[in-house]
């Protein structure tokens, strides 16, 4: 394989049928790898990535094999990045037989997606998978390195490693392969913030040079090939990654035994909480063994200029300011966002955020790069001081698990307002805001658990009456003006749970749930008489307009498409009985 020559945009053969098929994310140092291994019917999907990179890593897998063909989803933790787009994945691969692989650990929180597909537990089968034809998977145990149920992938055919976090990087230019021992200063930033411990990173090194691997392909970084394996682990063997080298040039026993005791607290918080909003109160908790504190607050920096505040005052309180909400504490935040060290100040007075002439221990939070993301907060009661400068300087390491936390945080919210964005493109029609047939695929399930449980189900289906007409006479962007202004008709008229459909270029499906044929009658003579009384405006221009509407009612074992055939055949009855009508 010529490296120089590699095309980013298809799949690569990294190894005997084992394929990269990730995305490079533009501008962004922590990209994420996706790996396929093409096995036939019971090809492997190694941390299936996020919303972001699917399109495009679905496209490569494509290219490579049928999703048909994905029997194996392996999930070495349980972050966005790995796993934000397993339930579009699982809609997209059409068998009942696949399976997400993971650890009991992972499992316990990915179980609350509520996804359709099966997990399959590494730790229930021996630690190892065959797949057809004889080709053998091991699972190494690399527990807290990042993650309580972390663990790495083993391909025996070929020794390929998928070593999920460990040996990832911080790449400032994207370079699929690590070219030389260099790379370890990339590795660098990314394991001190992302280890726990030096402990916890040599046992999983020990367990995976076990394996005597030739290539080591991280869910981060850049791909290690075997000349570079064993130099690169001794550099990481020596690492002082963590958060336990705090004693400083203090020499108090207890005091240090206390702060030990806080700092590895705080390091098992975030390790074991998913979410910032989870750790904070238990992590307020920690700091009052050395500050009497009241409450402890992150800001972190959201793009394009919004504030996010978590707050350990009550559990998963998180909230955003807009810019117009903080332009007037803008000054006061701007001061407390770019603090150099841990500084105690007085008089803070930000009542967006709760705080009145508020003492508070400030400390910074920033980046891999160094970046400022963000501030930490601890406020002190009334009269309370810090006790020894020593835990000034405890505080200070704070920061390190703290801005890891908030950088996995912002990821996260980002990642959700990106995939809710993704999921709402691909659901709704982009004119008239209502949902477009893919999402019949919701409607299905429900019209399913209606002919299960025998409640009553009916689908009505308007049509615009003479509405080319209207577009002869006026032109398209009138006519698509009255047909936003029907939808929001339709939508106005919906209860909670049912589902306002675009089904065609001016057919309209409503689905109403638990409504037999008489209400759902109610309802869409109720819609037609409002918007035959309705005249819409469009550049001084009056447009009026009817509809026509058929119903149907579920009866017995018919289909779904069956159902809107039959409210099709109203609907037909409906426009050559005169339009302006409703047929049930």
């Not at 055949?569 to 005169?578: F, I, M, T």
Request: contains cysteine; negative net charge; hydrophobic residues 40%.
């Amino acid at each position: 394989m010529n490296r120089e020559d590699l095309d980013l945009a298809q799949p690569i053969e990294i190894a005997d049928r084992i394929f990269w098929v990730g995305y490079v994310h533009p501008n962004d140092p922590f990209q994420c790898h996706v790996y396929l291994i093409e096995n036939g019917e019971e090809s492997v999907l190694i941390d299936p990535g996020s919303m972001i990179t699917f399109p495009m890593t679905l496209r490569k897998i494509s290219s490579v094999t049928p999703l048909k063909n994905i029997k194996y989803l392996i999930a070495h933790h349980q972050d966005p990045d790995i796993t934000g787009c397993i339930r579009a994945l699982e809609r997209m691969i059409p068998r009942k037989d696949k399976f997400i692989v993971t650890h009991w650990r992972t499992q316990a929180l990915l179980k609350h997606y509520d996804w359709e597909t099966p997990f399959w537990l590494v730790d229930e089968h021996n630690w190892e998978l065959t797949l057809k034809g004889g080709r053998k998977l091991q699972f190494i145990f690399t527990p807290y390195a990042h993650f309580a149920g972390a663990f790495c992938t083993y391909d025996e055919k070929t020794g390929t490693l998928f070593s999920s976090d460990i040996f990832g990087g911080f790449t400032e230019e994207f370079s699929l392969f690590a070219t030389d021992e260099s790379y370890f200063e990339a590795m660098r930033p990314f394991h001190e913030h992302y280890m726990p411990s030096k402990d916890i990173l040599n046992y999983a090194l020990k367990r995976i040079e076990e394996k005597h691997p030739t290539m080591i392909a991280p869910q981060h970084g850049s791909i290690i090939t075997e000349e570079l394996i064993q130099p690169v682990i001794e550099k990481l063997r020596g690492l002082d990654c963590g958060l336990y080298l705090i004693a400083g040039h203090d020499t108090d026993i207890m005091r240090l035994s206390t702060m030990n005791k806080v700092l590895k607290g705080i390091v098992d918080s975030i390790a074991m909480d998913r979410r910032l909003t989870e750790s904070l109160p238990h992590i307020r908790e920690l700091f009052a063994e050395m500050v009497d504190v009241s409450e402890l607050m992150i800001i972190g920096r959201a793009p394009p200029n919004e504030l996010v505040v978590f707050s350990s005052a009550s559990e998963n309180q998180i909230f955003k300011l807009e810019r117009d909400d903080w332009e007037d504490i803008k000054p006061t935040v701007e001061g407390l966002l770019n603090t150099n060290g841990v500084k105690v100040l007085e008089g803070i007075d930000l009542p967006q955020l709760g705080l009145y002439e508020s003492k508070v221990v400030v400390f910074p939070l920033k980046d891999s790069r160094k970046k400022s993301i963000g501030a930490g907060l601890a406020i002190l009661k009334p009269g309370a001081e810090v006790r020894h400068t020593s835990y000034m300087d405890l505080i200070g390491k704070f920061s390190v698990p703290l801005s890891a936390s908030l950088e996995r945080e912002l990821s996260i919210i980002m990642l959700e307002e990106e995939r809710e964005r993704v999921y709402k493109a691909a659901v709704e029609d982009a004119l008239t805001g209502l949902y477009n047939r893919f999402y019949m695929r919701a409607v299905e399930k429900e019209f399913y658990n209606a002919r299960r449980y025998g409640y009553p189900f009916s689908v009505i289906m308007f049509d615009i009456d003479h509405f080319k007409k209207v577009n002869d006479t006026y032109g398209h962007l009138i006519g698509d003006f009255v047909l936003k202004g029907i939808a929001r008709i339709i939508k106005k008229n919906t209860r909670k749970g049912d589902f306002a459909i675009r089904y065609g270029g001016e057919e309209l499906l409503l689905v109403t749930p638990f409504t037999d044929k008489k209400a759902a009658y109610e309802c869409a003579e109720k819609i037609r008489a409002q918007i035959e009384k309705k005249t819409f405006h469009s550049n001084g221009i009056p447009v009026q307009v009817t509809v026509s509407a058929g119903i149907g009612e579920l009866e017995g074992e018919e289909s779904l498409a069956e159902l809107i055939e039959k409210a099709d055949e109203k609907l037909y009855q409906a426009k050559e009985s005169g339009r302006n009508r409703v047929v049930a």
